[in-house]
Nanobody
Framework: QVQLVESGGGLVQAGGSLRLSCAAS????????MAWFRQAPGKEREFVGA????????NYADSAKGRFTISRDNAKTTVYLQMRSLKPEDTAVYYC??????????????????WGQGTQVTVSS
């Protein structure tokens, strides 16, 4: 199995940028598809974006398209979520998650087996 640890969250003004990291240990990320989710207070956890091994493709929620980018380092141990043009509605705890490889993007959190502890992102207006 794989252990995931997120970092990089913090407080940023609207319009600013943050890069979240998800460091993996225990097993190489090359075995997994990765996703980012977020959960705001009083709301359900929602899909932000995913990266799948087969083809190295990415997919994003409409709220993230054009502003967020998922990437992976060459050592295949860390996945990133680059967030730009942040809005107050992006405020949430952000989680990375891993699932065994698939040919399809999965937006349902139940698909993912491994989760990090989350990192808080707060965007002030």
């Amino acid at each position: 199995q794989v252990q995931l640890v997120e970092s990089g969250g913090g407080l940023v003004q609207a319009g600013g940028s943050l890069r979240l990291s998800c460091a993996a240990s225990g097993r190489a990320l090359s075995s997994y598809d990765m996703a980012w989710f977020r959960q705001a207070p009083g709301k359900e956890r929602e899909f932000v974006g995913a990266w799948i091994q087969r083809g190295g493709r990415t997919n994003y929620a409409d709220s993230a398209k054009g502003r967020f980018t998922i990437s992976r380092d060459n050592a295949k141990t860390t996945v990133y979520l680059q967030m730009r043009s942040l809005k107050p509605e992006d405020t949430a705890v952000y989680y990375c998650a891993a699932a065994y490889q698939s040919s399809y993007f999965h937006t349902d959190s139940n698909w993912y087996m491994y989760w990090g502890q989350g990192t808080q992102v707060t965007v002030s207006s």
